[in-house]
Structures are given as C-alpha cells and as structure tokens.
C-alpha cells in the first residue's frame, strides 16, 4: 500500500518500449514509439489505479464467468479416409501433406 508521498511507478519512456519492442522482435517507426509510449503509459497508469482498490475480500480466480469444461468419453469412431483428407491439399505425395520447410538456422 502506498503512503503519502509515496510516489506510484516511474512513467513510462520510450527508451523502455523500445526496449521491449526489441525483445518482442517488433520494428516500430519514430511514431509509433511515440503512440504506443503515450497508450502503454496509460494502461499502466489504469493498472495502478486498480490497484487501489481493496480486493482482500475477493477469492482468486481463473475466470471470471462461471465456466466448466464439457467432457466426452474418449471413444473409437471411424477416421476420414486418407482420400478424403488429402483431397483438398495444394500439394500431396499420396500418402501425406507435402508443406514447404520453414526450419531455420538459429
């Protein structure tokens, strides 16, 4: 909890974004450096807003509507026949889906 005086989180700078663009591997123009510093800044400045509040109360959560997954047996049932599934392929050897190689040198 912050007392008086206390000063919130350091704003937001560009150098910071920049920083953050480069380790998401995002190019971002002059501009944009300069949008998404004012729009992050504010966001931020929200969340420490929210934080204020007092949520001692509030049971931790995963979601927050009340959802439960719907589950199956697992049972056999007949697969689509290899035709079937390659017949809309761009490219096929037969047998299999033929794609292009993406693997890359790190």
């Given at each position: 909890?912050?007392e008086?005086?206390?000063?919130m989180a350091?704003p937001l700078t560009k150098e ?6 480069h ?6 123009s002059e501009?944009e450096?300069d949008?998404?510093?004012?729009q992050?800044?504010?966001?931020l400045?929200y969340v420490e807003?929210?934080n204020e ?7 931790p ?6 959802i439960?997954n719907v589950?199956r ?19 096929t050897?037969?047998k299999?889906?033929?794609?292009p190689q993406i693997?890359?040198e790190?």
């Open positions: 909890m912050l008086d005086g206390d000063n350091e910071t974004v920049t920083k953050v663009a380790l998401a591997r995002l190019k971002l501009s450096l949008l998404f510093t004012t992050l800044g504010q966001v400045g807003l929210l509040l007092d949520t001692t109360t509030v049971e959560m995963a979601h927050v509507a009340d439960a589950f047996d697992d049972e056999v049932r007949p697969s689509l026949p290899r035709v079937a599934a390659l017949s809309n392929a761009p490219k050897d037969g299999f889906f033929v794609v693997l890359e790190g």
